[in-house]
């Protein structure tokens, strides 16, 4: 499915690293990995604000914030995050001194606003509603013909 969404665009690659582990694969582990293959490289990490509502419980979630900066893509329907003030030294708003930082700052990119999520459309597959408007043309048949989140 990530080389169906990222066939168009040349500067983006899709690895494998995680389907290719033989153990519970963490995000730390996968940093690691592009850390690894790319140490020249400000490597980012880029979540939903879903996702961000629980980081603290992420496994290795400070390391994490050692090794990277989050970008994190603002929703429309969040209004909490869990234990914010704990990581609340990290935010940065400034776009250009998040750029200029290897690690340690997170970003709210809130551009380009967004409901979407996988859990919503995991959600509209089991209800058997559509789901074009929300995955390419070939996700959406890749997704029925493999019977996904059902």
Not at 17 to 30: H, L, P, W
Not at 85 to 97: M, P
Request: hydrophobic share 30%; net charge negative; with cysteine.
């Amino acid at each position: 499915m990530l080389k169906n969404a990222t066939y168009n665009h040349d500067s983006l690659v899709v690895d494998d690293f995680e389907c290719r582990s033989d153990k519970v694969s963490y995000t730390i582990d996968t940093i690691n990995y592009f850390g690894k293959a790319y140490p020249e490289t400000n490597l980012r990490l880029i979540i939903g604000e879903d996702n961000f509502n629980s980081f603290t419980q992420w496994h290795k979630y400070e390391e994490i914030l050692n090794l990277v900066n989050i970008i994190i893509l603002s929703r429309d329907n969040i209004i909490n995050y869990d234990n914010i003030n704990h990581i609340r030294n990290f935010i940065e708003e400034n776009i250009c001194l998040f750029n200029d930082t290897k690690s340690k700052k997170i970003h709210f990119s809130d551009k380009k606003k967004s409901h979407l999520s996988s859990t919503m459309v995991r959600s509209l597959v089991n209800l058997n509603q559509s789901i074009d408007e929300y995955v390419s043309n070939d996700n959406s048949s890749y997704i029925k013909e493999k019977g996904l989140y059902k």
